[in-house]
């Protein structure tokens, strides 16, 4: 394997996404380690996280500084420090400024919990619900200066559901990021994933696929077989005998059934993962 790509990973807060990535990372053959971890808050409970890892933690406290480019500065120097490739913002809750954003320009990457370019900043779920929509997920994407702009590399799509709060929410959202942020950063450490005129292109079609997350699904189901997820299906189906799997088309199979009934199945087939994740009837 050529080398992994050493990754900083910058936090303010929790750092869900930043243990989703330190758990990828885990695997032997994932194409990136994180070297080190930064937060702007010393009381980032992700600091915690990356010290079980073993992983070197760093705070630069943006209250120590005069102004946002001494703080992006110091940020700067220690992310050189440690060598780093590419950075992952992980719930950083900080705006860098367009001369950070330039030096590191493709290299870093950044996830934000809602279908970009919709609901950039603060309370994406609040706003999500009172605009109503149906829909609304997580997106990956290189960092642009703007807040939360800039190169799309994966989407996840998440139904919002009747009774949803702004909390219920962002929890199956969080799933959604925990399963993508790992997917995008292997596909850019991975030389996979490039941009070209600001969107991303991919070296295979089936690695843009979108993730749909399924109001019951939980992450267990993501690295299933195929005729596993599929009989699960069937049992949803009240038992009905799966009669032939074929792939229909690029993200789609179609499950036949002996009662003669058909199912599409939209399949997210990236090669780190494949699993059903959603689908429609057909009679
Ligand atoms: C995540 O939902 C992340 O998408 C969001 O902050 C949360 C951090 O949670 N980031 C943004 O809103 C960026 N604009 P975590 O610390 O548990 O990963």
Redesign the pocket.
């Known amino acids: 394997m050529s080398a992994r790509k050493r990754v900083g990973v910058l936090?303010?807060?929790?750092?869900?996404?930043?243990?989703?990535l330190i758990d990828a990372c885990a695997k032997a053959d994932f194409p990136a380690e994180i070297v080190t971890v930064i937060s702007n808050r010393p009381d980032?409970?992700?600091l915690e996280r990356a010290r079980s890892a073993g992983i070197p933690a760093a705070v630069v406290d943006h209250k120590s500084y005069r102004s946002r480019e001494d703080f992006d500065a110091a940020l700067h120097a220690l992310l050189e420090e440690a060598d780093v490739e590419l950075i992952c913002?992980?719930?950083?809750?900080r705006l860098l400024t367009e001369g950070f954003t330039q030096a590191w320009r493709d290299c870093q990457l950044?996830?934000?919990?809602s279908l970009l370019p919709a609901f950039?900043?603060?309370h994406?779920h609040e706003r999500a619900l009172e605009a109503g929509v149906r829909i609304t997920g997580?997106t990956v994407h290189f960092v642009r200066h703007e807040?939360?702009a800039g190169p799309i590399i994966l989407q996840a799509a998440v139904p919002v559901l009747a009774g949803d709060t702004a909390e219920t929410l962002?929890a199956r959202?969080?799933e959604a990021?925990h399963l993508i942020y790992p997917r995008a950063l292997a596909l850019v450490a991975s030389g996979r994933v490039w941009v070209d005129g600001e969107i991303v292109r991919f070296a295979s079609d089936k690695l843009a696929l979108p993730v749909f997350l399924s109001a019951e699904q939980d992450n267990a189901s993501a690295s299933k077989d195929l005729s596993e997820e599929a009989s699960k299906i069937s049992d949803l189906l009240r038992g009905k005998a799966i009669k032939h799997v074929s792939r229909h088309r690029v993200g789609e199979i179609v499950i036949e059934f002996d009662d003669g009934t058909r199912l599409f199945v939209n399949v997210d087939s990236s090669d780190l993962d494949f699993s059903i994740t959603g689908g429609e009837i057909d009679n």
Do not use: W
């Open positions: 936090i303010s807060g929790r750092g869900s996404n930043l243990q989703a980032a409970y992700g913002n992980a719930g950083f809750m950044n996830i934000h919990p950039r900043g603060l994406p997580a807040m939360d962002a959202v969080l990021e």
